[in-house]
């Protein structure tokens, strides 16, 4: 039988998705299990039409995009999550199956992308699931949508400080970014002015192994209003992060 050492759990190749997901100590019921199932076929049956992902092999699909994003779940705070650059709807779709009665938001900047979250949200029957196509730092000047979340999400998408600029103006005071980073001490250090500059304060860092990465979950609490100054032009968040 072929195995795979992650941290202190050895991942079996003919092991099912249930008993892959309560080996990282989750438990999660048969029709979860169902959703995750479809949600699997039609990642790989669209990533083979455009590029969603990069991962497709069937346990590692499991563990560093499924089980990934469900470790954030606990750190949620609220009903309502905005999810930032969700690619292929990681983090934000296996949070919303674990936790259905939540109100999300998906906001990507690619237009294929946004009609794969749609397809996934439809075949999956997930309710109370709104998919934009845009950009987080145009998005956030709108009114109906600034300080309007109790928590946001995002994988993947950019350095902390940058993160921070296109996060935290969606983010109530008093609710929460949830970050999902590889190891990101560096990024953590580099990005204290923009967690003052935009309200936040860190209240959880933590650290995890999978599979062979190293993985962080960063928790910045909004504590102030953000300045209406930011989030900046796409320009000049690049030319100048802060
Ligand atoms: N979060 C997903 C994951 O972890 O698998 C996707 C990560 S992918 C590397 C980054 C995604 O963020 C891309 O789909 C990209 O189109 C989107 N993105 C990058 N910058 C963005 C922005 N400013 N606003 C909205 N979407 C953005």
């Known amino acids: 039988?072929?195995?795979?050492?992650?941290?202190?759990?050895?991942?079996?190749?003919?092991?099912?998705?249930?008993?892959?997901?309560e080996r990282f100590s989750i438990s999660i019921s048969d029709e979860k299990i169902e959703k995750f199932e479809k949600y699997y076929q039609l990642l790989v049956f669209y990533?083979?039409?455009?590029?969603?992902?990069?991962?497709?092999?069937?346990?590692?699909?499991?563990?560093?995009?499924?089980?990934?994003?469900?470790?954030g779940v606990d750190r949620i705070t609220g009903n309502k999550l905005i999810d930032i650059g969700s690619g292929g709807g990681?983090?934000?779709?296996?949070?919303?199956?674990?936790?259905?009665?939540?109100?999300?938001?998906?906001?990507?900047?690619?237009?294929?992308?946004?009609?794969?979250?749609?397809?996934?949200?439809?075949?999956?029957?997930?309710?109370?699931?709104?998919?934009?196509?845009?950009?987080?730092e145009e998005l956030a000047k709108d009114p109906d949508f600034r300080e309007k979340f109790d928590c946001s999400t995002a994988r993947a998408v950019a350095r902390l400080n940058t993160l921070l600029e296109y996060t935290m103006p969606f983010v109530k005071v008093g609710g929460r970014l949830v970050a999902y980073k590889g190891d990101a001490k560096e990024e953590v250090i580099e990005a204290k002015n923009a967690i003052k500059a935009l309200g936040g304060k860190i209240v959880e860092d933590y650290s995890y192994n999978l599979l062979d990465a190293k993985r962080q979950l960063i928790s910045v609490e909004k504590i102030s209003q953000t300045p209406s100054i930011y989030p900046r032009t796409n320009a000049m968040i690049r030319k100048k992060p802060l």
Do not use: W
């Open 90 to 136: 990681f983090p934000a779709l296996p949070i919303k199956i674990m936790k259905e009665d939540i109100s999300l938001t998906m906001l990507e900047a690619t237009g294929k992308k946004c009609e794969f979250l749609k397809t996934v949200a439809k075949e999956l029957d997930l309710k109370d699931v709104n998919v934009i196509n845009g950009r987080a």
């Open 1 to 21: 039988m072929l195995k795979r050492i992650v941290k202190n759990v050895v991942i079996c190749y003919n092991i099912g998705m249930k008993e892959i997901f």
């Open 47 to 71: 990533n083979s039409k455009f590029n969603i992902t990069a991962i497709t092999e069937r346990q590692e699909v499991i563990v560093k995009h499924f089980v990934d994003s469900v470790l």
